[in-house]
């Protein structure tokens, strides 16, 4: 176990007569192994939480400290838990072999090693399809579930492009490869205004030209095990409390995938966040973070004013969790 000592981030403002939440306590790194594959988990403790630990799963392209920069909103209300899946960020890579049950039993292990029975889970992009499979498999293990930028079938954009980015990637054209990233995940300027699109945009450029052969190796191999798996099962999904959002302009993830991804959960809501496209939580940080806080500990998300009105695509209800 290793731990590293974060900076400590100011509480929010007590909204009403809400006590102002403790601060969080230093970050703490796990080293596990799974199935024979070390992987990393990263978790920031709270002392008096509002709410259930929350599991935050990111893309494909993000990795367990990507989420840093949500921590002062989010780590104030309950602990948090990020983590370098087997085959992502960090840890040892994974053959295309191992498809998507291999890692939602992973997130299984890494709660079970860590003693967090229940999580509030939260998985945006290649998150939500670990995330997913994870629910339908564990479901005992999930109190709430909040999936951003999802679908619950692979967007043609991604089968279209898959074949070209592994072939540039594996030939070391790395700043062809950037610009094809660049512009699958985010949308044509033209299609509306997105909050620090130009700069979200350069942010993503430099992400992908700075990878490293690891990052590329684990990269090609994350597209292989999608295209060869796909992302979804129609297997039974909690009924529990869910909330599916997207970024207004996603184009990859269309807000019409999300409406379908919510329409297949019982009772899951499902809005927009405007002015941003799929990289709504990079974009609209503290709106995004305030969305999940909200959700998360039983505040209305109702008539928020950077989100479209709440839509309930499937009208059966889930049952209640406290």
């Known amino acids: 176990m290793r731990t590293a000592v974060i900076a400590a981030q100011a509480p929010p403002r007590a909204e009403e007569s809400r006590p102002v939440p403790s601060a969080p306590e230093p970050a703490e790194e796990r080293d596990l192994v799974f199935s024979g594959f070390r992987y990393t988990c990263r978790?920031?403790?709270?002392?008096?939480?509002?709410?259930a630990p929350l599991l935050l799963l990111g893309g494909s392209s993000q990795n367990r400290y990507s989420w840093q920069s949500h921590e002062k909103w989010l780590a104030p209300l309950c602990t948090l838990i990020t983590v370098d899946l087997p085959g992502y960020g960090s840890s040892d890579f994974l053959p295309a072999a191992y498809n998507i049950d291999f890692l939602g039993d992973a997130v299984q292990h890494m709660l079970t090693e860590i003693g967090v029975p229940?999580?509030?889970?939260?998985?945006?992009?290649?998150?939500?399809v670990v995330g997913l499979r994870f629910a339908q498999r564990h479901p005992e293990s999930v109190r709430r579930i909040v999936f951003a930028a999802a679908a619950n079938r692979l967007p043609a954009l991604y089968r279209e492009a898959v074949p070209r980015l592994s072939q540039t990637l594996e030939r070391g054209d790395i700043e062809a490869a950037a610009d094809g990233l660049v512009r699958l995940f985010m949308s044509n300027p033209e299609a509306g205004k997105v909050r620090r699109h130009a700069a979200v945009a350069r942010l993503l450029q430099r992400q992908f030209v700075n990878q490293t052969q690891d990052d590329i190796?684990?990269?090609?191999?994350?597209n292989t095990r999608l295209v060869t798996h796909g992302c979804y099962e129609p297997l039974p999904v909690p009924?529990?409390?869910?909330?599916?959002?997207t970024g207004e302009y996603d184009?990859?993830?269309?807000?019409?995938?999300?409406?379908?991804?919510?329409?297949a959960m019982p009772g899951a809501l499902f809005t927009t966040v405007k002015e941003a496209d799929h990289l709504v939580t990079v974009?609209?940080?503290?709106?995004s973070a305030d969305l999940i806080a909200r959700f998360c500990t039983d505040r209305s998300v109702d008539d928020l004013p950077y989100c479209t009105p709440l839509e309930t695509p499937c009208a059966t209800s889930p049952a209640g969790r406290n």
């Open 283 to 287: 974009e609209r940080r503290e709106e």
């Open 251 to 263: 184009t990859l993830c269309t807000p019409e995938m999300g409406r379908e991804l919510a329409a």
């Open 118 to 128: 229940e999580v509030n889970l939260f998985g945006g992009c290649f998150g939500e």
């Open 239 to 245: 009924r529990v409390p869910t909330l599916v959002f």
């Open 217 to 222: 190796r684990k990269a090609v191999e994350h």
């Open 43 to 51: 978790i920031v403790r709270q002392s008096a939480p509002q709410t």
